[in-house]
């Protein structure tokens, strides 16, 4: 295939080409799409661009080896992205020992607040990042599946390996926490 012809080709009619018909070479037109979304969204969470370049190779690197398990359920992006979410937060439970249930019970929010109540319109890009950075790497992770990536409750379960009710619990718990951060940091009395 000519180069022109490889950037009108999906992802999947890629992978096609690489598993059935032993195109190796081809993964690197996908490395080359993929490679700076990847380290955008390493960088989100571990804030070190010359490890999230790092994570990035690595985590490519398992998706080529990991390839054959691709089953084509869902969107190449949204595979790759899970392999992301995971290794990224994997790396950030090692490095600072947070396990989900123990850091919520130990930064329980003391009042929480109604959501539908809560009046986020004045709420800037800069806040809402200083409020990310305030969370649990895991909530951060399923607020930005559910509203940047728009995944569904189903795909988020499966990215980060809990169940349906879990994602919903959890996302209700991470909204409230930034709106009751949001009040505590920002809103004026």
Same mark, same amino acid.
């Given at each position: 295939?000519?180069?022109?012809?490889?950037?009108?080709?999906?992802?999947?009619?890629?992978?096609?080409?690489?598993?059935?018909?032993?195109?190796?070479?081809?993964?690197?037109?996908?490395?080359?799409?993929?490679?700076?979304?990847?380290?955008?969204?390493?960088?989100?969470?571990?804030?070190?661009?010359?490890?999230?370049?790092?994570?990035?190779?690595?985590?490519?690197?398992?998706?080529?080896?990991?390839?054959?398990?691709?089953?084509?359920?869902?969107?190449?992006?949204?595979?790759?992205?899970?392999?992301?979410?995971?290794?990224?937060?994997?790396?950030?439970?090692?490095?600072?020992?947070?396990?989900?249930?123990?850091?919520?019970?130990?930064?329980?929010?003391?009042? %929480?607040?109604? +959501?539908?109540? #809560?009046? &986020?319109?004045?709420?800037?890009? @800069? =806040? /809402?990042?200083?409020?990310?950075?305030? %969370?649990?790497? +895991?909530?951060? #992770?399923? &607020?930005?599946?559910?509203?940047? @990536? =728009? /995944?569904?409750?189903?795909?988020?379960?499966?990215?980060?390996?809990?169940?349906?009710?879990?994602?919903?619990?959890?996302?209700?718990?991470?909204?409230?926490?930034?709106?009751?951060?949001?009040?505590?940091?920002?809103?004026?009395?």
């Amino acid at each position: 295939m000519h180069k022109e012809q490889l950037k009108n080709t999906t992802d999947e009619q890629l992978i096609h080409l690489i598993i059935k018909e032993g195109k190796s070479e081809l993964f690197e037109v996908l490395y080359k799409r993929y490679y700076l979304k990847v380290v955008d969204k390493c960088y989100s969470f571990i804030k070190n661009k010359s490890m999230a370049e790092d994570f990035a190779t690595d985590i490519l690197a398992k998706a080529y080896e990991k390839l054959p398990g691709f089953k084509g359920n869902a969107l190449f992006s949204s595979w790759l992205y899970a392999i992301t979410y995971n290794y990224s937060i994997d790396y950030l439970r090692t490095k600072k020992r947070l396990h989900y249930p123990s850091w919520n019970a130990e930064n329980e929010i003391p009042d %929480i607040p109604d +959501e539908s109540e #809560a009046d &986020l319109q004045d709420l800037s890009y @800069d =806040n /809402l990042m200083k409020i990310l950075e305030q %969370i649990h790497p +895991e909530e951060k #992770a399923l &607020l930005l599946m559910k509203y940047q @990536d =728009n /995944l569904s409750g189903k795909q988020i379960a499966q990215t980060l390996r809990i169940s349906e009710d879990a994602v919903k619990m959890r996302l209700k718990r991470a909204r409230t926490r930034v709106i009751y951060l949001y009040k505590t940091m920002f809103e004026k009395d």
